[in-house]
């Protein structure tokens, strides 16, 4: 039980494309059950396959320790994205090649899962209670994931004191990077309705193109923030545009277009969707707003120390704490309990032949002991 690199490879040769049920769970609770921790699992969804309905699994383990001693989570998931074409070897093969292990999932994230469970089989029961979060529904829609773990641990009474996210965060090397918090994440879709016509007679038309360009000229010239002592500035991206129009002399009845925000917490999702609201409306069009998730941070202090600590005296390296990338289930479970991200090197992740190095899998499954030790003693 405390092979990682063993671990790593039942974990990963246990398909699991998101949403994610069945075997590879079934695999997680057999390395867990003989540690002494309790397993529950339940699965969320009831739509049809490809639906952002699909059936979810989830896993909430709990190895409790003494009364009243420190509760401390880690979290992560266990669903992939799909393959693709053109791997050297199967994806869902773990295969040694030299120092790597190669394997969709080696690095995001079943790598660190596998070195979180070989790093609480190292530390006894009587020093605090460890549980783990494990959702199937990361890398989708993420509806019925972990939002759905933080609504069973409020009603079971399960609330952690902290919570380590096993993402990939470091850069060039393990350790190099932790993150303290992720900027939030809103899509809204536009569209500006017309009156399609001959482009012969456009007295007889009504060109909605027009109207979207000006719309997404406005959009684009904004400066939403110059960023923050933590946060990168906010931006908005143009992500799509569409028209669906076949003919060259026909005015379209209708266009469309797609913005992403990326942004820091000087904003809220609904500040922003009001913000573009009330800019499509002005050139005649609406907006359709989805938030994905608000900005958060975990000020340094006690907790970041004792992960700085932890990765600084099995690398040498002092980790940087940064707020950069993408989203990730921290934002839903910074609302139970502070939390922080780190994790190994994420040059691979989500790219054919993702590879992890078996060494960083042995490092951090010893950084994880130290943190969770740590953690557990302040309790």
Not at 24 to 33: K, S
Not at 235 to 245: D, R, S
């Given at each position: 039980?405390?092979?990682?690199?063993?671990?790593?490879?039942?974990?990963?040769?246990?398909?699991?494309?998101?949403?994610?049920?069945?075997?590879?769970?079934?695999?997680?609770?057999?390395?867990?059950?003989?540690?002494?921790?309790?397993?529950?699992r339940f699965t969320r969804g009831d739509g049809p396959a490809g639906s952002d309905e699909a059936p979810v699994e989830n896993l909430f383990a709990i190895r409790r320790g003494p009364e009243g001693s420190k509760h401390f989570a880690f979290a992560g998931h266990l669903d992939v994205v799909p393959p693709g074409d053109g791997w050297t070897s199967a994806p869902f093969t773990a295969e040694e090649r030299g120092e790597l292990l190669y394997g969709r999932g080696a690095v995001d994230m079943?790598?660190?899962?596998?070195?979180?469970?070989?790093?609480?089989?190292?530390?006894?029961?009587?020093?605090?209670?460890?549980?783990?979060?494990?959702?199937?529904?990361?890398?989708?829609?993420?509806?019925?994931?972990?939002?759905?773990?933080?609504?069973?641990?409020?009603?079971?009474?399960?609330?952690?004191?902290?919570?380590?996210?096993?993402?990939?965060?470091?850069?060039?090397?393990?350790?190099?990077?932790?993150?303290?918090?992720?900027?939030?994440?809103?899509?809204?879709?536009?569209?500006?309705?017309?009156?399609?016509?001959?482009?012969a007679y456009p007295h007889l038309a009504d060109n909605p193109l027009p109207k979207l360009?000006?719309?997404?000229?406005?959009?684009?010239?904004?400066?939403?923030?110059?960023?923050?002592?933590?946060?990168?500035?906010?931006?908005?991206?143009?992500?799509?545009?569409?028209?669906?129009?076949?003919a060259h002399n026909v005015i379209p009845a209708r266009a469309k277009a797609r913005i992403s925000i990326r942004f820091n917490d000087q904003h809220s999702g609904a500040s922003l969707s009001d913000l573009i609201g009330g800019i499509a409306e002005k050139h005649g069009g609406s907006a359709l707003p989805i938030i994905s998730g608000e900005p958060f941070l975990t000020p340094p202090g006690d907790f970041s120390q004792i992960i700085a600590d932890a990765i600084e005296a099995e690398t040498g390296i002092v980790p940087e704490a940064s707020t950069s990338g993408g989203t990730s289930d921290a934002r839903f479970l910074r609302a139970v309990c502070p939390v922080i991200e780190f994790g190994l090197c994420n040059a691979t992740m989500h790219k054919r032949d993702e590879a992890v190095a078996m060494p960083d899998l042995d490092t951090l499954s010893r950084i994880y002991a130290r943190i969770a030790r740590a953690v557990l003693a302040t309790g």
């Open positions: 039980m405390t092979d990682v690199t063993d671990l790593a490879k039942q974990l990963i040769e246990a398909p699991s494309v998101t949403p994610a049920t069945g075997l590879v769970f079934d695999v997680l609770e057999q390395m867990l059950t003989p540690l002494g921790f309790g397993v529950h079943k790598g660190a899962i596998a070195a979180i469970v070989a790093a609480v089989a190292d530390i006894p029961v009587d020093v605090g209670t460890v549980s783990f979060i494990i959702t199937g529904d990361e890398e989708g829609p993420a509806l019925h994931g972990t939002r759905a773990l933080i609504d069973y641990m409020r009603e079971a009474g399960h609330q952690p004191d902290l919570c380590l996210v096993g993402e990939p965060t470091s850069v060039n090397r393990l350790g190099d990077m932790m993150k303290i918090g992720r900027r939030g994440s809103v899509n809204i879709w536009l569209e500006v309705e017309g009156v399609q016509g001959h482009v360009v000006a719309m997404l000229a406005e959009i684009d010239a904004l400066v939403l923030d110059e960023g923050t002592d933590w946060f990168q500035p906010s931006n908005i991206e143009i992500t799509e545009l569409e028209v669906g129009n076949a």
